[in-house]
């Protein structure tokens, strides 16, 4: 029960880290100085990144000393799987034709449709990465994989997810997927409200990106005019937990979701047991 206890305390304290790291720089630096400050945060992220990866592993030893199963229940079947098909343009409602220039989504997602809460996403993007990712509500986690099912090696792979309530979870550590192989895929929604949703791959630097974090700035710059949309800065609006502004630390943010969510599903089975 001490280790149980631990945890909690654990996720704080990694949170409150990252807080002190990402909320300074408030003043305009020198580059050579922003150069020195991005690659300490660099190392703090990845630092951070392997705590909370081990809390989530020490996590899955206690569902096991408790007499669970290691992994929590897998999502509920949900709608069928959509938008499987041919590539190309038209294949995605103009999303793939939307032209990555624009910042790297250029508004692309708003002109999508949005799945259902409880619809399984199966669909091969123009960059030749196949996203297969569903809800799984007792943990409030996105959960599937990543396929390159191109003949080259996909760079910094990375997905995130746009909730209708206008929050964005992820995005994903980016890595690099060779030729045939597939990376699993996981996104935390934990004390986020919505019912619909829509999810995309991303290989590569692109314009608004910068190789080192998601975005050159968020905003206008990365979403291309998503927060001139009626949201303004309540991008999070309705969730609650807002993304780190800083690109370094959102990865590490989205572990610390899928901890939340899967320490919340401990709890509810430990409930459940002794009833």
Do not use: C
Not at 62 to 85: D, F, K
Not at 141 to 159: H, K
Request: no cysteine; glycine share 18%.
């Amino acid at each position: 029960m001490m280790k149980i206890a631990m945890i909690p305390l654990m996720v704080l304290g990694v949170a409150g880290a990252g807080l002190a790291a990402y909320t300074s720089g408030e003043q305009p630096i020198a580059p050579a100085v922003q150069e020195r400050q991005a690659a300490q945060e660099g190392a703090d992220a990845e630092m951070l990144y392997g705590l909370v990866k081990q809390a989530r592993a020490d996590l899955r030893e206690m569902r096991l000393a408790a007499g669970l199963g290691a992994r929590t229940a897998a999502p509920q079947e949900g709608q069928p799987a959509i938008r499987e098909g041919g590539e190309g343009a038209g294949e995605h409602g103009g999303r793939e034709g939307r032209g990555e220039g624009r910042g790297g989504h250029g508004g692309g997602e708003e002109g999508s449709a949005y799945m259902p809460k409880m619809t399984k996403q199966d669909e091969r993007f123009a960059n030749g990465a196949r996203l297969v990712l569903q809800f799984n509500p007792r943990t409030q986690v996105f959960a599937g994989s990543v396929t390159n099912t191109t003949s080259r090696t996909l760079s910094q792979v990375r997905v995130e997810v746009h909730l209708d309530n206008g929050t964005e979870l992820g995005p994903t550590k980016r890595i690099d997927i060779a030729p045939g192989r597939t990376a699993p895929v996981e996104l935390g929604a934990f004390g986020h409200e919505f019912n619909a949703w829509i999810s995309h791959p991303e290989a590569g630097v692109e314009a608004g990106h910068s190789a080192g974090g998601e975005e050159g700035g968020e905003g206008a710059g990365e979403h291309g005019g998503r927060e001139g949309r009626g949201e303004g800065r309540s991008e999070h609006g309705g969730g609650g937990d807002a993304r780190p502004p800083g690109a370094a630390y959102r990865p590490v943010f989205n572990q610390l979701q899928i901890l939340r969510g899967e320490m919340r599903a401990f709890e509810a089975d430990l409930k459940a047991r002794a009833r």
